[in-house]
Protein backbone atom coordinates (compact mmCIF):
# COMPACT_ATOMS: atom_id res chain seq x y z
CA UNK A 1 0.00 0.00 0.00
CA UNK A 2 3.19 2.20 1.06
CA UNK A 3 4.37 1.64 -2.47
CA UNK A 4 1.04 2.12 -4.15
CA UNK A 5 1.14 5.40 -2.30
CA UNK A 6 4.56 5.91 -3.55
CA UNK A 7 3.71 6.11 -7.27
CA UNK A 8 0.42 8.07 -7.08
CA UNK A 9 2.28 10.78 -5.69
CA UNK A 10 5.11 10.50 -8.13
CA UNK A 11 2.42 10.35 -10.88
CA UNK A 12 0.73 13.49 -9.43
CA UNK A 13 4.18 15.51 -9.63
CA UNK A 14 5.12 14.49 -13.30
CA UNK A 15 1.13 15.25 -14.10
CA UNK A 16 1.80 18.41 -11.96
CA UNK A 17 5.42 19.30 -13.79
CA UNK A 18 3.76 19.01 -17.35
CA UNK A 19 0.78 21.26 -16.49
CA UNK A 20 3.55 23.74 -15.02
CA UNK A 21 5.15 23.77 -18.06
CA UNK A 22 2.46 23.57 -20.55
CA UNK A 23 0.84 26.84 -18.22
CA UNK A 24 3.87 28.36 -18.32
CA UNK A 25 4.57 28.66 -22.34
CA UNK A 26 1.31 29.60 -23.06
CA UNK A 27 1.79 32.91 -20.58
CA UNK A 28 5.38 33.29 -22.63
CA UNK A 29 3.68 33.03 -25.72
CA UNK A 30 1.44 36.21 -24.94
CA UNK A 31 4.23 38.23 -24.46
CA UNK A 32 5.25 37.62 -28.19
CA UNK A 33 1.92 38.16 -29.34
CA UNK A 34 -0.43 40.81 -27.42
CA UNK A 35 -3.97 39.92 -28.07
CA UNK A 36 -6.74 42.84 -27.23
CA UNK A 37 -10.40 41.67 -26.98
CA UNK A 38 -12.80 42.63 -29.94
CA UNK A 39 -15.30 45.71 -29.60
CA UNK A 40 -18.40 45.29 -31.23
CA UNK A 41 -19.19 48.96 -30.64
CA UNK A 42 -16.16 50.41 -32.06
CA UNK A 43 -16.20 47.72 -35.04
CA UNK A 44 -19.78 49.07 -35.56
CA UNK A 45 -18.83 52.81 -36.35
CA UNK A 46 -16.14 51.07 -38.74
CA UNK A 47 -19.21 49.45 -40.18
CA UNK A 48 -21.00 52.87 -40.62
CA UNK A 49 -18.48 54.96 -42.55
CA UNK A 50 -19.54 55.04 -46.34
CA UNK A 51 -18.06 54.95 -49.03
CA UNK A 52 -16.67 58.30 -50.48
CA UNK A 53 -18.73 58.62 -53.80
CA UNK A 54 -21.74 56.70 -52.43
CA UNK A 55 -23.56 57.11 -49.32
CA UNK A 56 -24.27 53.00 -49.75
CA UNK A 57 -21.79 50.99 -49.84
CA UNK A 58 -19.64 50.89 -46.76
CA UNK A 59 -16.07 51.80 -47.19
CA UNK A 60 -15.41 48.54 -44.69
CA UNK A 61 -17.62 45.60 -46.09
CA UNK A 62 -15.36 43.10 -43.75
CA UNK A 63 -16.77 44.67 -40.53
CA UNK A 64 -20.42 44.44 -41.56
CA UNK A 65 -19.61 41.01 -42.20
CA UNK A 66 -18.75 40.70 -38.75
CA UNK A 67 -21.67 42.22 -37.28
CA UNK A 68 -23.83 39.52 -39.26
CA UNK A 69 -21.74 36.68 -37.72
CA UNK A 70 -21.14 37.69 -34.19
CA UNK A 71 -24.07 38.60 -32.43
CA UNK A 72 -24.59 37.06 -28.84
CA UNK A 73 -27.41 34.30 -28.26
CA UNK A 74 -29.99 36.87 -26.43
CA UNK A 75 -29.70 39.38 -29.39
CA UNK A 76 -27.28 41.57 -28.29
CA UNK A 77 -23.85 42.22 -29.10
CA UNK A 78 -20.67 42.88 -26.49
CA UNK A 79 -19.05 40.69 -23.85
CA UNK A 80 -20.73 37.31 -23.17
CA UNK A 81 -21.89 36.94 -19.89
CA UNK A 82 -21.50 40.32 -18.82
CA UNK A 83 -21.85 41.75 -15.42
CA UNK A 84 -25.25 42.72 -14.61
CA UNK A 85 -24.54 46.01 -13.56
CA UNK A 86 -22.74 46.55 -17.63
CA UNK A 87 -25.99 46.76 -19.04
CA UNK A 88 -25.82 49.77 -20.79
CA UNK A 89 -22.43 49.09 -22.09
CA UNK A 90 -24.48 45.73 -24.21
CA UNK A 91 -27.21 48.26 -24.73
CA UNK A 92 -24.73 51.09 -26.33
CA UNK A 93 -22.76 48.55 -28.85
CA UNK A 94 -26.39 46.85 -29.73
CA UNK A 95 -27.84 49.55 -30.89
CA UNK A 96 -24.74 50.71 -32.84
CA UNK A 97 -24.44 47.19 -34.64
CA UNK A 98 -27.94 47.43 -35.80
CA UNK A 99 -27.55 50.98 -37.10
CA UNK A 100 -25.12 49.93 -40.11
CA UNK A 101 -26.44 46.75 -40.98
CA UNK A 102 -29.87 48.96 -41.42
CA UNK A 103 -27.96 51.48 -43.39
CA UNK A 104 -26.93 48.60 -45.82
CA UNK A 105 -30.11 46.74 -46.19
CA UNK A 106 -28.79 43.69 -44.87
CA UNK A 107 -29.22 41.17 -41.58
CA UNK A 108 -32.92 41.49 -41.10
CA UNK A 109 -33.12 39.03 -38.44
CA UNK A 110 -30.15 40.62 -36.72
CA UNK A 111 -31.69 43.88 -36.71
CA UNK A 112 -34.85 42.18 -35.47
CA UNK A 113 -33.14 39.97 -32.30
CA UNK A 114 -31.28 43.37 -31.80
CA UNK A 115 -34.48 45.36 -31.11
CA UNK A 116 -35.74 42.62 -28.96
CA UNK A 117 -32.66 42.85 -26.72
CA UNK A 118 -32.75 46.61 -26.36
CA UNK A 119 -36.85 46.64 -26.02
CA UNK A 120 -36.42 44.12 -22.93
CA UNK A 121 -33.39 46.21 -21.52
CA UNK A 122 -34.07 49.60 -22.10
CA UNK A 123 -34.93 50.09 -18.36
CA UNK A 124 -31.43 50.09 -17.81
CA UNK A 125 -30.68 53.21 -19.77
CA UNK A 126 -32.18 55.63 -17.15
CA UNK A 127 -31.23 53.34 -14.08
CA UNK A 128 -28.73 55.28 -12.35
CA UNK A 129 -27.54 52.31 -10.45
CA UNK A 130 -25.78 50.85 -13.52
CA UNK A 131 -22.47 51.66 -14.70
CA UNK A 132 -22.40 54.30 -17.60
CA UNK A 133 -19.99 53.93 -20.18
CA UNK A 134 -18.11 57.37 -21.20
CA UNK A 135 -20.29 59.52 -22.95
CA UNK A 136 -23.19 56.99 -22.86
CA UNK A 137 -25.79 60.00 -22.14
CA UNK A 138 -24.99 62.00 -25.38
CA UNK A 139 -24.25 59.12 -27.24
CA UNK A 140 -27.15 56.91 -26.92
CA UNK A 141 -29.68 59.54 -27.33
CA UNK A 142 -27.96 60.42 -30.51
CA UNK A 143 -28.24 56.94 -31.81
CA UNK A 144 -31.47 56.51 -31.05
CA UNK A 145 -32.21 59.32 -33.37
CA UNK A 146 -29.67 57.52 -36.36
CA UNK A 147 -32.11 54.85 -35.75
CA UNK A 148 -35.98 57.04 -35.97
CA UNK A 149 -34.15 58.47 -39.53
CA UNK A 150 -33.44 54.92 -40.93
CA UNK A 151 -37.18 53.66 -40.06
CA UNK A 152 -36.00 51.70 -37.01
CA UNK A 153 -38.42 51.88 -34.22
CA UNK A 154 -36.56 51.55 -30.71
CA UNK A 155 -39.19 49.86 -28.42
CA UNK A 156 -39.12 52.00 -25.13
CA UNK A 157 -41.36 49.59 -23.38
CA UNK A 158 -42.55 51.55 -19.86
CA UNK A 159 -39.28 53.50 -20.00
CA UNK A 160 -39.72 57.14 -20.88
CA UNK A 161 -36.84 57.96 -23.22
CA UNK A 162 -37.76 61.56 -22.99
CA UNK A 163 -36.27 61.70 -20.06
CA UNK A 164 -32.74 60.58 -22.17
CA UNK A 165 -32.92 63.72 -24.20
CA UNK A 166 -33.65 65.70 -21.77
CA UNK A 167 -30.32 64.61 -19.72
CA UNK A 168 -28.35 65.00 -22.75
CA UNK A 169 -29.25 68.30 -23.26
CA UNK A 170 -29.01 69.28 -20.18
CA UNK A 171 -25.11 67.98 -20.36
CA UNK A 172 -24.70 69.78 -23.09
CA UNK A 173 -25.72 72.94 -22.02
CA UNK A 174 -23.85 72.70 -18.96
CA UNK A 175 -20.52 72.12 -20.66
CA UNK A 176 -21.73 75.37 -23.03
CA UNK A 177 -22.35 77.75 -20.34
CA UNK A 178 -21.62 76.53 -17.06
CA UNK A 179 -18.54 74.59 -17.00
CA UNK A 180 -14.81 76.25 -15.95
CA UNK A 181 -12.86 73.52 -16.79
CA UNK A 182 -12.84 74.45 -20.64
CA UNK A 183 -9.72 72.18 -21.74
CA UNK A 184 -11.10 69.49 -19.98
CA UNK A 185 -14.58 69.93 -21.12
CA UNK A 186 -13.35 70.25 -25.38
CA UNK A 187 -11.52 67.09 -25.02
CA UNK A 188 -14.75 64.95 -23.81
CA UNK A 189 -15.98 66.52 -26.41
CA UNK A 190 -13.94 65.74 -28.73
CA UNK A 191 -13.50 61.93 -27.67
CA UNK A 192 -16.98 61.23 -27.40
CA UNK A 193 -17.54 62.92 -31.12
CA UNK A 194 -19.90 59.78 -32.39
CA UNK A 195 -22.43 61.81 -30.10
CA UNK A 196 -22.35 65.15 -31.33
CA UNK A 197 -22.18 64.25 -35.72
CA UNK A 198 -22.83 67.43 -37.37
CA UNK A 199 -22.96 69.38 -34.60
CA UNK A 200 -19.48 69.06 -33.59
CA UNK A 201 -16.69 71.34 -33.94
CA UNK A 202 -14.65 68.89 -36.52
CA UNK A 203 -11.47 71.63 -37.06
CA UNK A 204 -11.72 71.81 -32.99
CA UNK A 205 -11.62 67.66 -32.71
CA UNK A 206 -8.48 67.59 -35.17
CA UNK A 207 -6.11 69.09 -32.57
CA UNK A 208 -5.99 65.95 -30.34
CA UNK A 209 -5.10 63.85 -33.94
CA UNK A 210 -1.95 61.92 -32.90
CA UNK A 211 1.26 61.16 -34.91
CA UNK A 212 -0.87 57.42 -36.05
CA UNK A 213 -3.65 59.43 -37.72
CA UNK A 214 -6.07 58.66 -34.84
CA UNK A 215 -8.26 60.63 -32.23
CA UNK A 216 -7.15 59.35 -28.98
CA UNK A 217 -6.45 56.19 -30.08
CA UNK A 218 -9.76 55.43 -30.47
CA UNK A 219 -11.57 53.34 -33.29
CA UNK A 220 -15.10 54.55 -33.12
CA UNK A 221 -14.14 58.42 -32.59
CA UNK A 222 -11.94 58.32 -35.33
CA UNK A 223 -14.07 56.80 -38.10
CA UNK A 224 -16.89 59.26 -37.27
CA UNK A 225 -14.38 61.92 -37.86
CA UNK A 226 -13.51 60.50 -41.09
CA UNK A 227 -17.23 60.54 -41.69
CA UNK A 228 -17.52 63.89 -41.20
CA UNK A 229 -14.28 65.10 -43.02
CA UNK A 230 -12.08 62.22 -44.84
CA UNK A 231 -9.03 62.90 -43.47
CA UNK A 232 -6.31 61.22 -44.61
CA UNK A 233 -4.28 60.50 -41.32
CA UNK A 234 -7.46 59.11 -40.26
CA UNK A 235 -8.16 56.54 -42.87
CA UNK A 236 -4.37 55.45 -43.00
CA UNK A 237 -5.58 54.70 -39.21
CA UNK A 238 -8.48 52.83 -39.65
CA UNK A 239 -6.86 50.74 -42.46
CA UNK A 240 -4.15 50.08 -40.26
CA UNK A 241 -6.27 48.68 -37.86
CA UNK A 242 -8.19 46.54 -40.36
CA UNK A 243 -4.65 45.08 -41.52
CA UNK A 244 -3.62 43.91 -38.19
CA UNK A 245 -7.01 42.62 -36.57
CA UNK A 246 -8.59 41.71 -39.30
CA UNK A 247 -12.49 42.25 -39.73
CA UNK A 248 -12.97 44.07 -36.15
CA UNK A 249 -11.01 46.07 -33.76
CA UNK A 250 -10.67 47.05 -30.60
CA UNK A 251 -11.70 49.68 -27.87
CA UNK A 252 -8.03 51.46 -28.01
CA UNK A 253 -5.05 50.97 -30.21
CA UNK A 254 -2.24 50.60 -30.03
CA UNK A 255 -2.64 49.41 -26.47
CA UNK A 256 0.38 46.57 -26.33
CA UNK A 257 2.79 48.79 -23.91
CA UNK A 258 -0.41 49.01 -21.20
CA UNK A 259 -0.88 45.91 -21.87
CA UNK A 260 2.17 44.04 -21.69
CA UNK A 261 2.54 46.31 -18.10
CA UNK A 262 -0.72 45.01 -17.03
CA UNK A 263 0.37 41.18 -17.62
CA UNK A 264 3.72 41.92 -15.86
CA UNK A 265 2.00 43.37 -12.50
CA UNK A 266 -0.54 40.67 -12.82
CA UNK A 267 2.25 37.88 -12.51
CA UNK A 268 4.28 39.79 -9.95
CA UNK A 269 1.33 40.75 -7.78
CA UNK A 270 0.32 37.18 -8.24
CA UNK A 271 4.28 36.56 -6.85
CA UNK A 272 5.06 33.90 -9.93
CA UNK A 273 6.94 36.69 -11.70
CA UNK A 274 10.24 34.39 -11.20
CA UNK A 275 9.09 31.86 -14.04
CA UNK A 276 8.90 34.99 -16.65
CA UNK A 277 12.46 37.08 -15.84
CA UNK A 278 13.53 36.85 -19.52
CA UNK A 279 10.24 38.17 -21.04
CA UNK A 280 9.58 40.41 -18.51
CA UNK A 281 13.14 41.90 -18.92
CA UNK A 282 12.68 42.17 -22.73
CA UNK A 283 9.48 44.33 -22.32
CA UNK A 284 10.56 46.30 -19.72
CA UNK A 285 14.19 47.20 -21.47
CA UNK A 286 12.14 48.16 -24.46
CA UNK A 287 9.65 50.56 -22.59
CA UNK A 288 12.40 51.95 -21.30
CA UNK A 289 14.36 52.57 -23.99
CA UNK A 290 12.48 52.70 -26.71
CA UNK A 291 9.37 54.49 -25.09
CA UNK A 292 10.19 56.50 -21.46
CA UNK A 293 13.67 57.88 -22.61
CA UNK A 294 12.53 58.86 -26.01
CA UNK A 295 9.44 60.27 -24.23
CA UNK A 296 7.00 58.76 -26.68
CA UNK A 297 3.50 59.82 -26.79
CA UNK A 298 1.97 56.04 -26.60
CA UNK A 299 3.69 56.42 -22.75
CA UNK A 300 3.43 60.11 -21.95
CA UNK A 301 -0.17 60.95 -23.64
CA UNK A 302 -1.84 58.23 -21.65
CA UNK A 303 -2.12 58.97 -17.54
CA UNK A 304 -2.40 55.33 -16.83
CA UNK A 305 0.18 53.80 -18.81
CA UNK A 306 2.49 56.52 -17.55
CA UNK A 307 2.09 55.63 -14.00
CA UNK A 308 2.10 52.41 -14.28
CA UNK A 309 5.42 52.46 -16.34
CA UNK A 310 7.48 54.51 -14.08
CA UNK A 311 6.19 52.18 -11.37
CA UNK A 312 6.67 49.03 -13.07
CA UNK A 313 10.28 50.34 -14.40
CA UNK A 314 11.37 51.30 -11.15
CA UNK A 315 10.39 48.62 -8.98
CA UNK A 316 12.26 46.68 -11.17
CA UNK A 317 15.35 48.64 -11.04
CA UNK A 318 15.65 50.62 -13.64
CA UNK A 319 16.62 54.88 -13.19
CA UNK A 320 13.35 56.85 -13.55
CA UNK A 321 13.16 60.12 -12.48
CA UNK A 322 9.37 60.95 -11.31
CA UNK A 323 9.85 64.59 -13.00
CA UNK A 324 7.52 63.27 -15.97
CA UNK A 325 4.95 62.47 -13.69
CA UNK A 326 5.17 66.67 -12.84
CA UNK A 327 2.82 67.28 -15.87
CA UNK A 328 0.33 64.70 -14.21
CA UNK A 329 -0.18 67.07 -11.58
CA UNK A 330 -3.65 67.58 -9.92
CA UNK A 331 -4.45 70.83 -12.06
CA UNK A 332 -3.43 69.17 -15.44
CA UNK A 333 -4.99 65.55 -15.03
CA UNK A 334 -8.31 67.59 -13.91
CA UNK A 335 -8.15 69.23 -17.23
CA UNK A 336 -7.92 66.14 -19.13
CA UNK A 337 -10.21 63.42 -20.40
CA UNK A 338 -8.75 60.90 -17.67
CA UNK A 339 -9.81 64.07 -14.63
CA UNK A 340 -13.19 65.36 -16.64
CA UNK A 341 -14.63 61.71 -16.82
CA UNK A 342 -12.91 60.90 -13.30
CA UNK A 343 -11.01 58.14 -14.67
CA UNK A 344 -10.63 56.05 -11.76
CA UNK A 345 -8.51 53.44 -13.19
CA UNK A 346 -5.79 56.23 -13.99
CA UNK A 347 -5.79 58.04 -10.71
CA UNK A 348 -5.39 54.67 -9.13
CA UNK A 349 -1.84 54.58 -11.42
CA UNK A 350 -1.53 57.78 -9.93
CA UNK A 351 -1.64 56.73 -6.38
CA UNK A 352 0.27 53.80 -6.79
CA UNK A 353 3.03 55.34 -8.44
CA UNK A 354 3.12 58.22 -6.14
CA UNK A 355 4.00 55.82 -3.08
CA UNK A 356 7.39 54.75 -5.06
CA UNK A 357 9.44 57.14 -3.34
CA UNK A 358 12.75 56.68 -3.56
CA UNK A 359 14.80 59.64 -2.94
CA UNK A 360 14.14 62.53 -0.19
CA UNK A 361 13.38 65.47 -2.83
CA UNK A 362 10.83 63.76 -4.78
CA UNK A 363 8.23 66.25 -4.20
CA UNK A 364 5.69 65.45 -7.12
CA UNK A 365 5.16 61.94 -5.48
CA UNK A 366 4.01 63.67 -2.20
CA UNK A 367 2.11 66.47 -4.12
CA UNK A 368 0.32 63.56 -5.67
CA UNK A 369 -0.50 61.29 -3.29
CA UNK A 370 -3.34 63.17 -0.73
CA UNK A 371 -5.37 63.73 -3.87
CA UNK A 372 -4.98 60.64 -5.24
CA UNK A 373 -6.20 59.38 -2.00
CA UNK A 374 -8.83 61.74 -1.80
CA UNK A 375 -10.18 61.50 -5.37
CA UNK A 376 -10.38 57.47 -4.47
CA UNK A 377 -12.16 57.17 -1.26
CA UNK A 378 -14.54 59.65 -2.80
CA UNK A 379 -15.57 58.33 -5.92
CA UNK A 380 -15.15 54.54 -4.95
CA UNK A 381 -17.54 54.88 -2.47
CA UNK A 382 -20.29 55.60 -5.08
CA UNK A 383 -20.63 51.77 -5.79
CA UNK A 384 -18.75 48.43 -6.31
CA UNK A 385 -17.83 48.97 -10.11
CA UNK A 386 -16.05 51.13 -11.84
CA UNK A 387 -15.33 52.24 -15.75
CA UNK A 388 -11.77 53.73 -16.90
CA UNK A 389 -10.53 55.77 -19.77
CA UNK A 390 -10.78 52.35 -21.94
CA UNK A 391 -13.74 51.24 -20.72
CA UNK A 392 -11.58 48.69 -18.41
CA UNK A 393 -13.52 47.88 -15.08
CA UNK A 394 -12.23 48.48 -11.64
CA UNK A 395 -13.72 46.52 -8.41
CA UNK A 396 -14.38 48.03 -5.36
CA UNK A 397 -11.80 45.37 -3.71
CA UNK A 398 -8.74 46.23 -5.92
CA UNK A 399 -9.46 50.06 -4.78
CA UNK A 400 -10.06 49.41 -0.88
CA UNK A 401 -6.77 46.89 -1.04
CA UNK A 402 -4.51 49.55 -2.68
CA UNK A 403 -5.94 52.33 0.03
CA UNK A 404 -5.41 49.97 3.29
CA UNK A 405 -2.46 48.37 2.26
CA UNK A 406 0.31 50.74 1.24
CA UNK A 407 2.99 49.53 -1.01
CA UNK A 408 5.79 49.89 2.06
CA UNK A 409 4.05 48.48 4.66
CA UNK A 410 2.73 45.03 2.75
CA UNK A 411 5.07 41.99 3.08
CA UNK A 412 5.13 40.35 -0.86
CA UNK A 413 3.31 37.16 0.70
CA UNK A 414 0.40 38.78 2.03
CA UNK A 415 0.33 41.23 -1.00
CA UNK A 416 0.51 37.94 -3.36
CA UNK A 417 -2.15 36.20 -1.34
CA UNK A 418 -4.96 38.96 -1.61
CA UNK A 419 -4.09 39.27 -5.12
CA UNK A 420 -4.94 35.32 -5.71
CA UNK A 421 -8.43 36.25 -3.12
CA UNK A 422 -9.00 39.42 -5.84
CA UNK A 423 -8.20 36.99 -9.03
CA UNK A 424 -10.93 34.46 -7.82
CA UNK A 425 -13.93 36.48 -7.06
CA UNK A 426 -13.55 38.76 -9.96
CA UNK A 427 -15.85 38.24 -12.83
CA UNK A 428 -13.42 37.64 -15.82
CA UNK A 429 -16.04 38.57 -18.49
CA UNK A 430 -15.23 42.13 -17.21
CA UNK A 431 -11.74 42.13 -18.40
CA UNK A 432 -11.37 44.36 -21.75
CA UNK A 433 -7.59 42.97 -21.92
CA UNK A 434 -7.75 39.54 -23.73
CA UNK A 435 -4.32 38.79 -22.63
CA UNK A 436 -4.33 39.79 -19.04
CA UNK A 437 -7.33 38.19 -18.67
CA UNK A 438 -5.49 34.66 -19.97
CA UNK A 439 -2.44 35.66 -18.01
CA UNK A 440 -4.49 35.81 -14.82
CA UNK A 441 -6.25 32.53 -15.56
CA UNK A 442 -3.60 30.65 -16.71
CA UNK A 443 -1.61 32.45 -13.44
CA UNK A 444 -4.22 31.32 -10.91
CA UNK A 445 -3.74 27.88 -11.96
CA UNK A 446 0.12 28.28 -12.22
CA UNK A 447 -0.48 29.13 -8.64
CA UNK A 448 -2.29 26.05 -7.67
CA UNK A 449 0.17 23.69 -9.60
CA UNK A 450 2.96 25.07 -7.58
CA UNK A 451 1.97 23.77 -4.56
CA UNK A 452 1.39 20.34 -5.82
Not at 60 to 66: A, D, G, H, M
Not at 87 to 100: E, G, H, Q, R, Y
Not at 184 to 189: D, H, R, S, V
Request: hydrophobic fraction near 40%.
Amino acid sequence: MACLEVKKRRGTRVEGGKCIEGTTQRIKKMFDMVELSVSSYDTAWMAMVPCPNSPQPPFFPQCVNWLLDNQLRDGSWGLPNCDPFLVKNALLSTLACILPLKQRGVGEEQVNKGLFFIESNIAAATDEKQVSPIGFHIIFPTMIELAKNLDLNIPQGTTNLDDLFQKRELELKRYSFYETNFEGKWTYLAYDSEGLGKSQDWEMVFKYQRKNGSLFNSPSTTAAAFTHLKNSGCLSYLQSLLDKFGDAVPTVYPLDIYTCLCMIDSLEMLGIDQHFRKEIRSVLDETYSRYWLLGEEDIFLDTATCAMAFRVLRVNGYDVSSDPLTRLSEDYFSSSLGGYVKDIGAVLELFRASEIIIHPDEFVLEKQNFPTIHFLIRESSNGSIHVDGRNIYVGQQVVDDALKFPYHAILDCISNRRAIEHYNKSNVGSYSLEAELWVVKDGLGLCILLQI
